[in-house]
T-cell receptor, first 113, second 113 residues
Framework: DGGITQSPKYLFRKEGQNVTLSCEQNLNHDAMYWYRQDPGQGLRLIYYSQIVNDFQKGDIAEGYSVSREKKESFPLTVTSAQKNPTAFYLC????????????FGQGTRLTVV | QQQVKQSPQSLIVQKGGISIINCAYENTAFDYFPWYQQFPGKGPALLIAIRPDVSEKKEGRFTISFNKSAKQFSLHIMDSQPGDSATYFCAASLDARDDKIIFGKGTRLHILP
């Protein structure tokens, strides 16, 4: 089955610890995205990557880091510098060209205690 | 220039009624306008999309109306059902390799049984 997989679904971490969220896709998509979703805030773009070994900051990149070493993988690290990391994180991928549908993963709910 | 403004933030509709969600954009270069549907705890999924060369697109009970001169587009859900209760996001993007998808803030729709 083609799709985009995020893991884990739920993640708990202590304050001050870095944590990495996994995102893998087998859709052969060039573009991948990380969004943060908070109640009433919609989808806020953290980072995006249009091609392997290249990525750009989104609207709320501070306190986050990413890598794109493989086309299939786009992990997100939430660092201790992120002041309010508890949120629902969504990864997405899309192809290029006409009708550029974005496919989303099921999300990771991160709770920092 | 890159914003997509969505309204209302929340909407309650009786079963069988018409649900209408509106979006407005500023960048006239946008050429792809999708709507995504998200159920609680899940990632968004593409519902229906339109390009600016048509004024309306219908898929079952879901219709997008597009007004290029007003830079507005809307989602109409006919004969709304309780199963349509979800959060809906409008979005806009360019068919350009380096561009990203811009999402509205979302509308939480509740259909009363």
């Amino acid at each position: 089955d083609g799709g985009i997989t995020q893991s884990p679904k739920y993640l708990f971490r202590k304050e001050g610890q870095n944590v990495t969220l996994s995102c893998e896709q087998n859709l052969n998509h060039d573009a991948m995205y990380w969004y943060r979703q908070d109640p009433g805030q919609g989808l806020r773009l953290i980072y995006y990557s249009q091609i392997v070994n290249d990525f750009q900051k989104g609207d709320i990149a501070e306190g986050y880091s990413v890598s794109r070493e493989k086309k299939e993988s786009f992990p997100l690290t939430v660092t201790s510098a992120q002041k309010n990391p508890t949120a629902f994180y969504l990864c997405a991928s899309s192809g290029q060209g006409l009708g550029t549908e974005a496919f989303f993963g099921q999300g990771t709910r991160l709770t920092v205690v | 220039q890159q914003q997509v403004k969505q309204s209302p933030q929340s909407l309650i509709v009786q079963k069988g009624g018409i649900s209408i969600i509106n979006c407005a954009y500023e960048n006239t270069a946008f050429d792809y306008f999708p709507w995504y549907q998200q159920f609680p705890g899940k990632g968004p999924a593409l519902l229906i999309a339109i390009r600016p060369d048509v004024s309306e697109k219908k898929e079952g009970r879901f219709t997008i109306s597009f007004n290029k001169s007003a830079k507005q587009f809307s989602l109409h859900i006919m004969d709304s059902q309780p199963g349509d209760s979800a959060t809906y996001f409008c979005a806009a993007s360019l068919d350009a390799r380096d561009d990203k998808i811009i999402f509205g803030k979302g509308t939480r729709l509740h259909i009363l049984p």
